[in-house]
């Protein structure tokens, strides 16, 4: 069974910084894009970033860029998404997927017709003093 499981999660103080991990099984990540998401309490979820099945190339949304960098190691079937300067606005779940196509989750969010192959459960970041 495909499974994508988050980590790193949790309380940080703002301007702080956090460093989530998504663990793949199951499944072979070299062969999928992965792709970083995040659902704030009463909005909806949106596309941080994603990165080819390489990791030489990444694609972030405009107002990720700067703050938050997605990574891999394929060799250890994990992604990784580093934040930096955390504010109380980034308060959310933050989820990882992944897909054999990178376009599939550029838009996913925007675009009801489209699929995913893999999510993972999300964890919480909560940004507070």
């Known amino acids: 069974q495909s499974q994508l499981v988050e980590s790193g999660g949790g309380l940080v103080q703002p301007g702080g910084s956090l460093r989530l991990s998504c663990a793949a099984s199951?499944?072979?990540?070299?062969?999928?894009?992965i792709g970083w998401f995040r659902q704030a309490p009463g909005k909806e979820r949106e596309f941080i970033a994603a990165?080819?099945?390489?990791?030489?190339?990444?694609y972030y949304a405009d107002s990720m860029k700067g703050r938050f960098t997605i990574s891999r190691d394929n060799a250890k079937n994990t992604g990784y998404l580093q934040m930096n300067n955390l504010k109380p606005d980034d308060t959310a779940v933050y989820y990882c997927?992944?897909?054999?196509?990178?376009?599939?989750?550029?838009?996913?969010?925007?675009?009801?017709?489209?699929?995913?192959?893999?999510w993972g459960q999300g964890t919480l970041v909560t940004v507070s003093s």
């Open positions: 997927a992944a897909d054999p196509k990178l376009h599939n989750l550029v838009v996913v969010t925007t675009d009801k017709d489209t699929y995913v192959e893999v």
């Open positions: 199951g499944f072979i990540l070299d062969y999928y894009a």
């Open positions: 990165t080819i099945k390489s990791g030489s190339s990444a």
